[in-house]
């Protein structure tokens, strides 16, 4: 049984370009929490979702941000017009229901230059 | 406002010896707390957790203690080994929550 799947494991981008990170979760989970970690810094929550329901994006920036976990396929971070600030590590956690353990990807380090 | 901590940002110690990470928290409505080792370029890999009713609890090697009074929560390792070096955070969350508050994180650095 796979664990949780992220890619790219490392993401270089300009300022202005978009970013798109995937997250595949474990095999029989439909819920997917997006974290940003800064370095010597906690994860920070951003999103939570399950098949094609955004169900809490509370941590999530309004603008440039957004999130996806369609009925097929991985979820989807994607941030446009990248700036310096957005760099950081970006952690992706499945779980099978609500109150259930989550279980971390091996994050996608981006980068912004 | 509510936050959760850790008290320091490193600790080292002798393979053999114990070790002991702590770890504050402020939220009086939490009532699940989750420890998590992060080795260096993975993702946080879940240890061990604790609910409120109880003020410990043992695993493989490691036990977590949980103090309401002073609100205050910790991890115990036996017999530390280099394979635990890595960071330690503390996370909790409030009843009815699932999204789990970190905090900064506990560097572990255990030497042969």
């Known amino acids: 049984n796979a664990g949780v799947m992220q890619n790219p494991r490392h993401l270089v981008r300009r300022r202005g370009q978009e970013a798109r990170l995937r997250c595949s979760p474990m095999?029989?989970?439909?819920?997917v929490y997006w974290y940003r970690q800064l370095p010597e810094e906690g994860l920070k929550f951003m999103v939570y979702?399950?098949?094609?329901?955004?169900?809490?994006e509370s941590g999530m920036p309004k603008e440039r941000f957004s999130a996806e976990f369609p009925k097929e396929g991985p979820s989807i971070l994607r941030i446009q017009q990248v700036v310096r600030g957005d760099s950081a590590a970006y952690f992706c956690?499945?779980?099978?229901?609500?109150?259930?353990?989550?279980?971390f990807g091996p994050g996608t380090r981006l980068t912004v230059t | 406002g509510e936050s959760v901590g850790l008290h320091l940002p490193t600790l080292s110690v002798q393979e053999g010896d114990n070790s002991i990470i702590n770890c504050a928290y402020s939220?009086?409505?939490?009532?699940?707390f989750i420890w998590y080792k992060q080795e260096s370029g993975k993702g946080p890999q879940f240890i061990i957790d604790?609910?409120?009713?109880?003020d410990k609890r043992q695993g493989q090697r490691v036990t977590v203690l949980l103090n309401k009074t002073v609100k205050h929560l910790s991890l115990q390792i036996a017999a530390t080994q280099p394979g635990d070096s890595a960071v330690y955070f503390c996370?909790?969350?409030?009843?009815?929550?699932?999204?789990?508050?970190f905090g900064r994180g506990t560097s572990l650095i255990v030497h042969p």
């Open positions: 956690a499945s779980s099978p229901g609500i109150n259930y353990e989550q279980y």
């Open positions: 095999k029989g989970h439909s819920h």
């Open positions: 979702l399950q098949k094609e329901n955004i169900i809490d």
């Open positions: 939220n009086s409505a939490s009532d699940y």
């Open positions: 604790i609910r409120s009713n109880m």
């Open positions: 996370a909790e969350s409030p009843g009815g929550s699932y999204i789990p508050t």
